[in-house]
Nanobody, 124 residues
């Protein structure tokens, strides 16, 4: 069983930056592809970014490409999401997720473990 805890959310003005962290415990972190998802009020949870087990490969959703960067530090059992040039439409609860298997995915249903989420609010 993997336990994930997100941190780093908050309130920021449009155009600003935030850095999210997700600390994992209870499993072999380096064996899990990881991802960030987000969910805005009244909307479905959506894919943001994913990273391979080694960190050598990443994928971003079109709506964050060029602004958000996912990374991981397997020695620290932590995955990060650096968010720059934030927009009001980025406002959501951000979740990190771990997948059992060799490859990352952009589908919510492919992930086995989830954190509790951290709120990101971008004011205009």
């Amino acid at each position: 069983q993997v336990h994930l805890v997100e941190s780093g959310g908050g309130l920021v003005q449009a155009g600003g930056s935030l850095s999210l962290s997700c600390a994992a415990s209870g499993g072999t972190f380096s064996s899990y592809p990881m991802a960030w998802f987000r969910q805005a009020p009244g909307k479905e949870r959506e894919f943001v970014a994913a990273i391979s087990r080694s960190g050598g490969s990443t994928s971003n959703a079109d709506y964050v490409r060029g602004r958000f960067t996912i990374s991981r530090d397997n020695a620290k059992n932590t995955v990060y999401l650096q968010m720059n040039s934030l927009k009001p439409e980025d406002t959501a609860v951000y979740y990190c997720a771990a997948r059992i298997g060799p490859y990352y995915s952009s589908r919510v249903s492919d992930y086995n473990y989830w954190g509790q989420g951290t709120q990101v609010t971008v004011s205009s």
